[in-house]
C-alpha cells in the first residue's frame, strides 16, 4: 500500500482510505460485526485512514471505529472526521461553542483525548471564506481538542477558499471520472500549497462499480431513492450528481476499455489515486469482499503487479468518456 503525507501534520495515510458513511447504517443496515470485519479487513490491508462523521448513524460510525481502534493500540490508523452538519447548515451555526460541543462529543464517540483530523462538514460558503472560522479552529488546536483540520467541500470555489488558508490541512471533494473539474485548479493549487486532497465518492454512489443496470432498484431510505435530483441535500452527492441512465452509459463505455482481469472500480480507484496532488481516496465498503477489493486496487499502481493495465489508455477514456456525455451538464455545477 502506497503512503503519503498528510498536509503539513508529518502523519503518513495510505493512499486508500475507508470511508464509513455507510457502517453508520444511514443508507441500509450493517450490523456491528460486519462493521467490525470491514474495518479489520481494510487495516490488515494496509489502510491507515479512516474518514467518518458524527452524523453518520448519529454517531454510530465514529462510535464503532473508536470500540475497534481502541482495542488495537499501535494501531497506526488516523481517524479524519467531519463535523457540522448537527444543525442546519447556516453561518451562524458555526459558531466557536459548538466546534467546541462538536468537537467533544466526536472525542467521547472515539474515545480519544485528541482529534486527529476535523472538517468542515460541507459548510456555506460565507463559512468557507470566514476568517473567524479559522481562528476558532486554531483556538481548538491550541487547546489540544484537535490536532488537525480541513474542510470537505461541495464546489472547486469553496476548495480554492479553504486551500488559501495558511493552517488547512486538507480539503475533501468529490472526484471521479465523472467529476473532473477539480483537475483544472484544486489540485494544482493544492499542491502548490502543501494541502492534502481526499477523493470522496469516488465510485459515484457505486455506480462505477458496474453492478447497476436500468433495472436496479435501491431501499426507500437510501439516499440513492431520495437524493437523486437533491430533494434532501446537494444532487451531487448521489451519483456524483450524473443522471442514473447517462450514468450507466458512461460505465459500459468506460468498462469495455479494460482487459477482462480489470475491473471498473479497480481501475477507477488505481487512477484517481495516481492524479497528481491527490492525498487518499476513500471508498465506501458494506462488507469485507469490497473491503478487500478497495484496498488491493492500490496493486494496479505497483511495479510488482502482474496485471496488464494501461493506465494512460484508462485515463484517455475518462476524458473522452466525460467530454462526450458529462461535460456539459457537470462541470459548470461544482
Known amino acids: 500500500m502506497h503512503t503519503r503525507t498528510l498536509g503539513r501534520t508529518g502523519r503518513h495515510v495510505s493512499a486508500i482510505g475507508l470511508g464509513t458513511w455507510q457502517l453508520g447504517a444511514d443508507w441500509g443496515d450493517v450490523s456491528e460485526a460486519d462493521a467490525t470485519a470491514v474495518l479489520q479487513t481494510s487495516l490488515d490491508a494496509g489502510v491507515t485512514l479512516f474518514d467518518t462523521a458524527d452524523v453518520y448513524g448519529d454517531g454510530r460510525s465514529e462510535q464503532l471505529i473508536g470500540r475497534f481502534l481502541g482495542a488495537r493500540p499501535g494501531h497506526g490508523v488516523t481517524v479524519a472526521t467531519k463535523m457540522g452538519r448537527r444543525l442546519p447548515q447556516l453561518p451562524e451555526n458555526y459558531s466557536p461553542a459548538n466546534f467546541r460541543a462538536w468537537t467533544d462529543r466526536s472525542r467521547r464517540n472515539l474515545g480519544v483525548d485528541t482529534l486527529d483530523l476535523v472538517q468542515l462538514h460541507c459548510p456555506p460558503t460565507a463559512t468557507i471564506e470566514d476568517p473567524a472560522t479559522y481562528d476558532a ?66 465510485l459515484a454512489s457505486g455506480l462505477l462499480s458496474g453492478k447497476y443496470s436500468s433495472a436496479t432498484t435501491f431501499a426507500a431510505d437510501d439516499h440513492r431513492t431520495y437524493n437523486r435530483h437533491g430533494e434532501a441535500f446537494d444532487r451531487g452527492e448521489t451519483f456524483s450528481g450524473v443522471e442514473f441512465e447517462v450514468g450507466l452509459q458512461a460505465v459500459a463505455e468506460l468498462a469495455e476499455t479494460l482487459p477482462a482481469d480489470v475491473s471498473l472500480p479497480a481501475a477507477t480507484l488505481a487512477w484517481i489515486t495516481s492524479r497528481p496532488g491527490i492525498t487518499t481516496v476513500i471508498p465506501g465498503a458494506r462488507s469485507v469482499p469490497q473491503a478487500k477489493a478497495n484496498a488491493a486496487s492500490a496493486a494496479l499502481l505497483t511495479g510488482t503487479d502482474e496485471v496488464a493495465f494501461d493506465l494512460p489508455a484508462f485515463d484517455a477514456a475518462v476524458h473522452d468518456v466525460y467530454d462526450r456525455l458529462l461535460r456539459a451538464d457537470i462541470h459548470p455545477q461544482w
Open 137 to 202: 479552529l486554531d483556538v481548538l488546536v491550541e487547546s489540544g481538542a484537535i490536532a488537525a483540520y480541513g474542510v470537505s467541500v461541495e464546489t472547486c470555489a469553496q476548495a480554492l477558499a479553504a486551500i488559501a488558508r495558511p493552517h488547512v490541512t486538507n480539503v475533501q471533494i468529490i472526484f471521479n471520472p465523472f467529476r473532473l473539474k477539480p483537475l483544472d485548479e484544486v489540485l494544482p493549487a493544492a499542491a502548490a500549497a502543501g494541502v492534502s486532497v481526499f477523493a470522496r465518492v469516488p
